[in-house]
């Protein structure tokens, strides 16, 4: 039960107890002997005071009943209309808090009012908000950083490797290690970057929000069925999102295998061909550096491909759901706010 039903039941029946106990102490009162004190009476005289005092009594225990009924029926709306009174401040903090997300969270409740729990309670969140609202900052700029950091050491070894190629006539040895090390630094920046925007995405930098055509966001070459909806958002996640699904149901489908892409108000539905998979690895695909072997990835990709795709759905409000095709394949499906 909830708090409001169980506070309703509560003061319900505290109410009813109490005009319970009201109601015996006026019967009580009520039933007493109707016969003259001290006067003899004929049988004909008695029988009737007596029929009396039943009739008297009956009737008051009806009423008694009318009214007990009436009271179990007024405690359990005076009962109700407590408990909205005494929930409405929390559910005024309840509300304020959903509001709150990692777009806004300079807002606060600023509950107003007495120093009672409530207040207490609303100031505590307030609080929170606050370190949060530092913590979401504090990775930002880690993520600024990091992005200046790492990507000039990068560029550093990358223009090595070209100045070593550049001489006249080098060795076929430094050839060969260039090119496996000019490999490995695109690996590195693919792996990089995606890293950023999985944290751009994970933590509310969702700035130029805009609305967009879905259809618009699939690349180009790939069949689309389905109507076209509108949804609201950051054009380069949105777009780096279905990429990053399609990328993924082309990469590891089988030779001559088939892919399909729907559209539907506020879905978008990516399906591929391929072996039978196992529903328990493919729900943990949604997380970085999740595949599913060497046999499904080809020994490519960095593993975060889906993990990115989940992080911006849900920055945006949605949701990416995978699914095991009982005749093999994936089906992932990408629920967003039309």
Known sequence: MGVRLRFTLLYGVLFLLSGAGLLAIVAAFG??????????????AAEQIDAAAA???????????????????LSLLLGRAAADRVLRPLRTITAATRRITADNLHSRLAVTGPADEVKDLADTIDDL???LEESFAAQRRFVADASHELRTPLATMRAAVDVAEAKAAPPAEVVRLGGRIRTELDQLETLLEG??????????ALDGRTPLSMRSLIPAGVPVEGDDFVTVGNPVLLARMVSNVVDNAVRHNEPGGWMRVSLAPGTVVVENDGPVLDPGQVAMLGRPFRRLGISRTGGSGTGLGLAIASAVASAHGGSLGLRARPAGGLRVEIRLQP
Request: charged share 15%; aromatic share 0%; glycine share 10%.
């Open 195 to 204: 890293l950023l925007v999985l944290a751009r995405a994970q933590h509310g």
């Open 55 to 73: 009739a008297h009594t009956r009737q008051l225990l009806v009423g008694v009943l009318v009214a007990v009924l009436v009271m179990l029926v």
């Open 129 to 131: 908000l606050g370190r």
């Open 31 to 44: 039933v007493r002997s109707t016969r003259p004190a001290g006067e003899p009476l004929g049988p004909a």
